[in-house]
Each structure stands twice: as C-alpha cells, then as structure tokens.
C-alpha cells in the first residue's frame, strides 16, 4: 500500500509540470479519424516499402497500456476498444515541447496520437507520432501484474481494470450487445411492438420468486422490484397491442450462483391469437438466428465448456429441428420406467428418495416429479431439447392443456443443461385465474416465500377479455453464456451483485 500512495503521489507532482508546460491534464475534445483494428484489418498485411511509396496517417486515441522507453524515443502500446496498436514517440519528431510531454506519460494515461504508419524492424506496425495530446492523466496505476488479470474477486470488483487488462472480456460484452440487438431486430421484424413496463410494482406477480421490498415516501406504500414483467405485458394484450415485447432487468431475492445473479436481463414477448407450439418454431428461428449474428452465417455448432474447473469441451448443435419430449415422458426414460409406472405416486416417492432428492414431507404426485426432473433430467439436457406439458401445479399462469386438466400448454428450452426460455400458451380464463392465485396464496400461508400474490387488477383487466396468447421469457445472461462460451453469469454482466468488501 506504502508503494501504491508513492506512485500515485509521483503522478500527482507530474500534474504541476505538465502545467507548467501549458498542457491540461485532463483535456477536452478530440477528434478521431481511425480506431486500432480498423487500421490493423485495413493495412495489417502491408509491406514496409508499401507504406513508405504510399503513406498513411493516422489519427487515434487510447489508453497507453506498454510503455518502453530508449532515451531519445519511446515505444506504446495504445489500447483502443478492444484493440491495441503501437506508437513510436522520437524527440527529432515531436520536438521539445512535444517530447517535454512523452517524458511525464505514465501506462494508463489517455493520449491522442497523429502520424504516418510504418514497420520497425521487428516488423510491427506502428504509428510514428507527429502530434501528441494528452486526454487524461491516470493519477492511479494499474494494478500489479494487471497484463491478463486473472483474480476472479479482483476482475469483477474492478470491472474497469479488467476490461483494460483483458480484452478478451471486452469482446464479451461487445458480443452482447450484438446479442441484444439482434434480438430487437429479429422481434421487429416479426411484428412486434418495444415496449416498457414498471419496474416497481404495487403487489410481486409473473413468476414464482422473492422479491425486494422497498418503500415510497411520497405514497407511504411499499413497492416490490419486479420479478417479472408478465402481468403488465398482459395487460396491453388485453388493450389490443397484439405483439409486445421487452427487454429489461428482473430482481430476484434469491441465491447467487454461477447461473443466478439477483439482477438479470429477461426478453419477454407475447403474441395474440397463438399458442404455445407456434413459440416452438418462433425460438428455434431466432436462437438459429442468434447463433450466426455471433460465429457466422451458416454456424450450426457452437463450443461450450460446461464447467469452470474442467477443460472439457462439448460441441453443441443447433441444426433444426430440436428435440422435442413431454415432462412426463423426460422423467421416465431418465429413470428407465414404464407408464404404469411413471403415473403411480409410490413408484415416484420411492425414487425421489433413491435419487436423494430433497424432500420436506407431503409433497404432491407433481411435486416429487419436479424433484426428479431437477435432479435427475434437467443436467442431461445437453443439447437443444423443448420439454413440453408442464403440470398444472407448477405452472400457475399457463392455460390447461385440452387433453389433460393436471397439465398446461407449456414448453421450456434446456440447452447445456441449463433452462434457457419458458414459453406457454397464457391463461386467459379469468375465473381459472383466480383459483390459480388462491392456490399460490395457499401456499404462501403455509411458508413459501416464492408463491405468488393474488393481483385483483390483474383479474379485472382479464375479466375485460384477453385474446388467445402466447408468451415466452428467455434469459439473455445465460443466452450470451451460451453464444460466448462463458461458465459464470458474472463473466457476462458488466457489475454483477457480489458480498461487501471487507
């Protein structure tokens, strides 16, 4: 610590000379004309002598992050976005007052930088600085051995540090942004309708889930951050705006883990006058989609290591059509059973406890098969495979599949062994509704946080009528997880939530 205040104290004298010199330390406007890899992709391949018979200047800006000096000249790296490329700084060039000012720069330091490009002996392509301008004085230094920071703590504390330190991990979220936007474009071009919802909600509804509380002065009320958007986006249904969708965070007062984080990013759309088997091929399509917007038109593969501590990698596919099986069905070829067997609640006990799956005690029939598709299904799930027929019980919000009341017009999609959308055919029968939400509160009397609340406006603005819907959430985290081959959530949020520093 003695040694990081003596560097940062060195800086902060150097701030008294560079006035002295007439520079601002941190200085204003700049303009750009070229960005690192633009003129890596554009002159990359280009020979010493054709840069020499046909120059060309550069003008860039960037963090310095290498700094060799030789006496008279100097050697950076300057790093920009997610490229970086190196600059020649020669006091014959930049001349006294130009060169006063290479003297005093620092790794970290934001410069912008003018002149011709050539090739050092080495061969490297470089830009031969005739104008310098400072842009801003790092007053800290970077952390120590901060090339390829690699402490998962420090990186996520200090996100700044390591999108400077590892550029791989700014291409992440740069391949994010891709992701979403995507996204965007494909749902517009299908229809539908960008919208916003609250974000604070009188009464928690739209999944099964705890929520934050927090209070309104103003109204002297306690408003809930919302763990889904579901039940507003509804509502515009019910108004008549026929394909809506949103991308937005959900709060969830839950445990963190590789694949939870309490603030995530959901895609929720819903589509009039369909059902849940039109979502089927609407997913496969924009997921196709997704897929090539991020490794290339035509990629049908993608790599993926499925654990942080093993080097395994596995190949999935996402050539259509995907793999398609009921809930039911899913749990019995697990567990090599027949249908008599699969439908009989003591066969299903009875493996609930050889699997070891967690039991409180007078769980239902569909209760102790969740248990089991959890634990024994939901890892195997490698591949693109829609699990159908969700039972009832589980599903509060899902319209009763025609054939069978336990069960709902319901898909999920598991890729990778994790759950990726949830998509149903929605519940527009009031009456049904209200029974659903007294079963949720039932349960919340009985001690489950997680159950949800009976939302009257919800039910008045169903009584209006909604039309026959379809709907569908998928997570973007574990969707760019996926398309950049990231074992964490937190490697594909910016500032993921994470303990109190001591």
Not at 195 to 212: D, K, L
Not at 217 to 229: G, I, K, M
Not at 414 to 435: C, T, V
Request: negative net charge.
């Amino acid at each position: 610590m003695e040694d990081l205040n003596d560097q940062i104290q060195q800086r902060i004298k150097k701030l008294d000379l560079l006035r002295g010199l007439g520079i601002n330390p941190f200085g204003g406007r700049f303009e750009t004309k070229d960005r690192a890899g633009d003129l890596i992709a554009a002159h990359g391949a280009r020979t010493k002598e054709s840069l020499e018979q046909n120059p060309v200047f550069a003008t860039l800006a960037g963090r310095i992050t290498a700094l060799r000096r030789f006496g008279k000249a100097a050697f950076a790296s300057v790093q920009d976005g997610v490229d970086s490329i190196q600059v020649y700084l020669k006091k014959d060039v930049l001349g006294e007052q130009g060169f006063a000012l290479a003297e005093l720069l620092d790794i970290g330091d934001w410069i912008g930088a003018s002149g011709p490009l050539f090739r050092t002996k080495t061969n490297e392509l470089t830009v031969e600085v005739k104008q310098l301008t400072l842009l801003c004085k790092a007053l800290r230094p970077l952390p120590e051995k901060w090339h390829g920071l690699t402490d998962v703590e420090t990186r996520y504390r200090q996100r700044a540090v390591d999108l400077v330190a590892n550029p791989d991990v700014k291409r992440i979220f740069v391949t994010r942004s891709k992701i979403v936007q995507a996204v965007r474009t494909f749902l517009v071009g299908k229809g539908f309708l960008e919208v916003e919802t609250p974000m604070m909600h009188p009464i928690p509804g739209g999944a099964t889930a705890r929520p934050f509380v927090t209070h309104h002065n103003a109204l002297d009320t306690d408003l809930y951050l919302r763990v889904a958007p579901e039940l507003y986006l509804k509502r515009l249904i019910v108004g008549g705006m026929n394909r809506v969708f949103e991308i937005n965070r959900n709060f969830r007062n839950e445990g963190i883990s590789t694949i939870h984080n309490p603030e995530f990013t959901m895609l929720e759309f819903y589509m009039a006058y369909a059902d849940y088997r039109d979502l089927l091929d609407l997913t496969e399509e924009l997921i196709v989609e997704l897929v090539e917007a991020v490794h290339g038109k035509g990629a049908q593969a993608v790599p993926y290591r499925p654990h942080a501590n093993k080097d395994e990698t596995i190949t999935i596919s996402f050539a259509r059509p995907w793999t398609r099986m009921t809930y039911r069905d899913a749990v019995a070829g697990r567990l090599g059973a027949s249908v008599q067997e699969i439908a009989d609640p003591a066969y299903v006990l009875a493996q609930a406890r050889k699997h070891r799956c967690e039991l409180m005690g007078g769980e239902s029939y569909w209760g102790l098969l969740t248990l089991l598709f959890e634990q024994t299904v939901e890892p195997t799930l490698i591949q693109p495979t829609f699990i159908t027929d969700f039972p009832v019980e589980t599903s509060p919000l899902a319209k009763r599949k025609a054939s069978d009341p336990d069960l709902t017009d319901r898909f999920e999609l598991y890729i990778a062994g994790r759950e990726i959308a949830n998509a149903f055919s929605e519940l527009n029968d009031p009456l049904d509704q209200r029974r659903r939400f007294e079963a949720q509160m039932a349960e919340r009397a009985k001690g489950d946080l997680e159950a949800q609340h009976l939302d009257e406006d919800f039910l008045r603005a169903l009584e209006h009528g909604m039309p026959p819907t379809a709907g569908e959430g998928i997570g973007i985290d574990r969707l760019v997880m996926l398309l950049t081959n990231q074992t964490s959530i937190r490697d594909v949020i910016l500032f993921p939530q994470l303990r109190p520093e001591k």
